[in-house]
């Protein structure tokens, strides 16, 4: 009870009004988080109306039930497989993990693995669509498959190219996989997932990647000279690049695109460029204030984006640099990690991060501004956390799609 109220006095003072298209991780990669119970306090309080699972803790949906907000639940990577070759298994999981819960608790999207298509394992490639297909049957068969969208979430290394956006192309070896599946997609009316984090640009060359450019702070932003958009921040850039590659497939408008993971780190190692308190407080608050405005990119600016904030708490428990640890809008106590500075006065006494200690692997994906990087290969295991890495994609001119001059004409 005493958490509770704590968390109330934390979110009061912070006074987050989270846009109805603004959804937040929930991850739990941590020994020191409250529980589901008070979670779900601090998330009512925040009015946030969509949150992204990575697996489908039952705690966690029961401690929603009634609340109203809708959930993405997902399939961790290791029963990717299983899914694929034993149909019974998708059925099996459907009665386990999606039935109880409904229709107290409000789930409207079930993920298959995490960045897969940018992993190494080449059965886990084969099984994707698979497994997606199975879980969707397994939906249908209990009528609930046309209020519960199956997907997969992606790291921005499934694009060959993302900078200008107007280039973005999909991987050449990833075409036999994502072709099909961008057909499932469209089929289903299900969204394209893609994790995209501005943060691993800057950090990978602050000296050349503008800081207000990745923050959505005011600036003379990025022109695409081959659609004449320009681009006041790194985000959008990287979605259209994204919305580029869709168009090429021949899928166009029909797959709608959605963030399921950015943020910003407010601390790090002491080589890891721009995690601090005040970059994280600006980056998450200009996006809220930007998702708020229910806009969408240049490349389709009447489409507003669905975008989920990474994360919740900050999580003692992911392995790799002291950034991993420090995606989360509070501690583990509830209290705030920083001020986002949205609709609320400043506050008082930030100490840091408090003693969250282990290791974490939340890496990220970057582009524009010259500088195109993207995520590594993502973990296998449990799909709880993006790649590790980053490299630098080619930059190659290609011509613009027919689909994206509707909006540049």
């Known amino acids: 009870m005493a958490l509770r109220l704590l968390l109330a006095v934390a979110v009061g003072a912070l006074a987050l009004d ?29 009015k946030a109306t969509k949150v992204k699972l990575y697996d489908a803790d039952a705690r966690v ?36 993990n999606i039935l109880p819960h409904l229709p ?17 394992d080449t059965t886990m490639l084969r099984s994707l669509l698979p497994a997606m297909e199975s879980l969707h049957a397994a939906l249908a068969a209990c009528n609930i498959s046309s209020h519960i969208a199956v997907t997969t979430a992606h ?3 499934v694009l060959s190219s993302s900078f200008p956006p107007s280039s973005g192309a999909f991987r050449h070896d990833l075409l036999p996989y994502i072709t099909p599946l961008l057909s499932f997609l469209a089929k289903t009316n299900s969204p394209f997932l893609i994790n995209a984090y501005p943060y691993f640009a800057y950090k990978g060359d602050p000296g050349s990647v503008d800081l207000d450019y990745v923050l959505f ?9 081959a659609t004449g958009l320009r681009y006041g921040n790194m985000l959008h850039a990287q979605v259209d690049a994204v919305r580029t590659a869709i168009c090429a497939a021949d899928y166009g408008r029909a797959v709608e695109i959605q963030v399921s993971e950015t943020g910003w780190p407010s601390q790090g ?30 490349g389709a600016p009447g489409e507003p984006l669905q975008v989920y904030v990474f994360a919740l708490f900050n999580e003692n428990q992911k392995p790799g640099p002291a950034s991993e640890r420090h995606y989360g809008l509070f501690k583990p106590d ?56 980053y490299y630098t994609i080619s930059s190659a001119t290609l011509k613009v799609p027919n689909c994206l001059r509707d909006y540049t004409s």
């Open 217 to 225: 702070q005011s600036n003379a932003g990025v022109l695409d000279v």
């Open 155 to 157: 790291s921005l290394a």
């Open 18 to 46: 989270l846009a109805a298209a603004l959804g937040v991780n929930y991850g739990q990669v941590a020994d020191n988080l409250p529980s589901p119970q008070d979670a779900a306090v601090l998330l009512r309080a925040l």
């Open 269 to 298: 190692d002491g080589d890891e460029a721009g995690a601090s308190p005040q970059n994280a407080a600006r980056y998450n608050g200009n996006l809220m204030r930007l998702v708020a405005q229910r806009k969408g990119t240049p």
């Open 61 to 96: 949906l029961s401690a929603f039930a009634g609340s109203g907000v809708d959930f993405t639940v997902g399939v961790p990577d290791n029963l990717v497989p299983r899914l694929a070759s034993n149909p019974s298994a998708a059925a099996t999981w459907v009665r386990a």
């Open 334 to 389: 509830g209290t705030p990690a920083y001020d986002v500075g949205v609709k609320a006065p400043t506050i008082g006494g930030w100490k840091g991060s408090g003693n969250d200690n282990g290791n974490g692997a939340n890496n990220g994906t970057g582009g524009g501004a010259g500088l195109v990087v993207a995520e590594g290969p993502s973990e296998t295991g449990g799909g709880v956390g993006p790649g590790t890495g």
């Open 104 to 120: 107290a608790t409000s789930i409207t999207t079930v993920t298959v693995g995490n960045e897969v298509l940018t992993g190494t």
